[in-house]
């Protein structure tokens, strides 16, 4: 199966890329989460997660925890801020 996240870590091969986690924010709309370790904070402006390291939190409003599995997560909303800590 194709893995983006791999396939863009072979085109950097002089990057130092660390398996912590991987984000994709598409269009302030949905933020795609790949690594996340559980939810710390949900609600309609701020939802938080924590990965290996740290917490990364994502702020805006109407936000949605619009899909939860073992790694991955989906957020969807108005997302405003990403930042991890």
């Given at each position: ?9 072979k085109t950097l091969k002089n990057e130092k890329l660390t398996d912590k986690y991987n984000i994709v924010n ?60």
């Amino acid at each position: 199966m194709f893995n983006f996240f791999n396939e863009l870590k072979k085109t950097l091969k002089n990057e130092k890329l660390t398996d912590k986690y991987n984000i994709v924010n598409m269009s302030g709309r949905i933020l795609y989460v790949e690594g996340h370790t559980g939810i710390c904070q949900l609600s309609k402006e701020a939802i938080s997660f924590k990965f290996k390291g740290g917490v990364i939190i994502v702020e805006g409003r109407d936000l949605v925890l619009s899909e939860l599995m073992d790694k991955t997560l989906k957020i969807t909303g108005e997302i405003k801020k990403v930042e991890a800590i």
